[in-house]
């Protein structure tokens, strides 16, 4: 039997002066040194892949992509349901990668393609949430943290309104990259522009990154995978951006600018670097 292990991680922070870590007793404000930290972890006897999962409230799942199944366990590590879906016909749920339980206890979850759906506590299908146009994201949110929920509403990556292209290389410049939808009907708002301090708010042609987020309270902390900062904006005032996180990493690797659109990048050529 494998051991599959959760680790409960803490992002610390501590202020040091100068980039050579030998020498970190010369503190400044200039320069913040990350720190993750291990603060507890759960093992869970299950033999299989994970690829994808979510832990709150002494409640835990994550989803074995081979298989299409979830698996949820409690704290102790103990499994409580294992639940495999059919991929065609009643009952399917297709590759459940993004998982997210809210406050109550209700499970969440979207395919790497963008179908969403709801699930019951036993994990069977509760309802598939079907918005008024289709997703034109083909690879979905892929792996990447794309789902969330806020104010009895799921928050995701679910590009397609308006016939928006995802794959356009101004399409971040030019669209919604959210979309608040209410769970109950599948009606849905747009929410959040890329502020104009991202270089993807400029006319100029980038690799494509991934769109990722979170929410903390009243804040969605949005970051595009191949740029080094956390954009933030407030949900109470329909998403209106805030502020910047600019990390200015020392390096940062990456191409730079693309001489012209859907530029192809060789695979023995380096792609740009990436945050998660």
Wanted: aromatic letters at 14%; proline letters at 5%; charged letters at 20%.
């Amino acid at each position: 039997m494998v051991n599959f292990r959760i680790f409960l991680l803490s992002m610390m922070a501590s202020v040091y002066g100068c980039t050579d870590r030998k020498n970190l007793s010369s503190k400044s404000s200039d320069s913040t040194y990350w720190e993750l930290v291990i603060l507890d972890s759960i093992q869970v006897d299950y033999l299989g892949s994970v690829g994808g999962g979510d832990f709150r409230n002494g409640k835990g799942v994550f989803f074995n992509f081979q298989e299409n199944k979830l698996i949820e366990f409690d704290s102790t590590g103990k499994i409580h349901y294992e639940r495999s879906y059919p991929t065609d016909g009643p009952g399917k749920v297709q590759y459940p990668t993004q998982l997210r339980y809210t406050d109550d206890g209700r499970l969440f979850a979207a395919s790497f393609v963008g179908w969403l759906y709801e699930l019951n506590p036993d994990l069977t299908l509760e309802q598939e949430i079907t918005l008024p146009f289709p997703s034109q994201a083909h690879d979905g949110g892929g792996f990447f943290r794309s789902l969330d929920f806020w104010n009895d509403s799921l928050v995701s990556y679910y590009p397609g309104r308006d016939g928006a292209n995802p794959y356009d290389p101004h399409f971040i410049r030019d669209h919604y990259l959210l979309e608040k939808i209410d769970p109950k009907t599948g009606g849905s708002v747009p929410l959040i522009r890329i502020p104009s301090n991202s270089r993807y708010a400029s006319d100029k042609f980038y690799e494509r990154p991934w769109i990722q987020f979170g929410i903390s309270g009243t804040r969605l902390h949005l970051a595009l995978s191949n740029e080094p900062m956390i954009h933030v904006f407030d949900l109470t005032d329909g998403g209106s951006y805030l502020h910047t996180v600019n990390f200015k990493p020392s390096t940062f690797l990456d191409n730079g600018e693309h001489q012209e659109k859907y530029q192809y990048i060789s695979g023995s050529r380096m792609l740009d670097g990436a945050i998660r």
